[in-house]
Nanobody, 124 residues
Framework: QVQLVESGGGLVQAGGSLRLSCAASGRSVTSLGMGWLRQAPRKEREFVAAIGWSGGSEGYADSVTGRFAISRDNAKNTVYLQMNKPRPEDTAVYYC?????????????????WGQGTQVTVSS
């Protein structure tokens, strides 16, 4: 079983920066496809970013490309989401998720394990 715990959410001004962390236990993040997804009020959960087993394999939603970056610290078994120049429309609960596969995945149905979520609020 894989447990995921997110941290780092909070209130940030538009144009600032924020880093989310996802600490995994139970398995190495190098054997999981890791992703960040988010859900805003009255909206469906949507893909933000993901990274595969290979550190060079990653993908982003069009809305965050060039602003957000996903990375992984294998020694800490932790995945990060660096949020640069956030916008008010990035306000959501951000979830860390893990899939039993080697690739990066955009479809939320692929993910097998989920964290509890962390709230990110971007003020204008």
């Amino acid at each position: 079983q894989v447990q995921l715990v997110e941290s780092g959410g909070g209130l940030v001004q538009a144009g600032g920066s924020l880093r989310l962390s996802c600490a995994a236990s139970g398995r190495s993040v190098t054997s999981l496809g890791m992703g960040w997804l988010r859900q805003a009020p009255r909206k469906e959960r949507e893909f933000v970013a993901a990274i595969g087993w290979s550190g060079g394999s990653e993908g982003y939603a069009d809305s965050v490309t060039g602003r957000f970056a996903i990375s992984r610290d294998n020694a800490k078994n932790t995945v990060y989401l660096q949020m640069n120049k956030p916008r008010p429309e990035d306000t959501a609960v951000y979830y860390c998720a893990a899939a039993n596969g080697p690739l990066w995945y955009t479809d939320r149905r692929v993910y097998d394990y989920w964290g509890q979520g962390t709230q990110v609020t971007v003020s204008s």
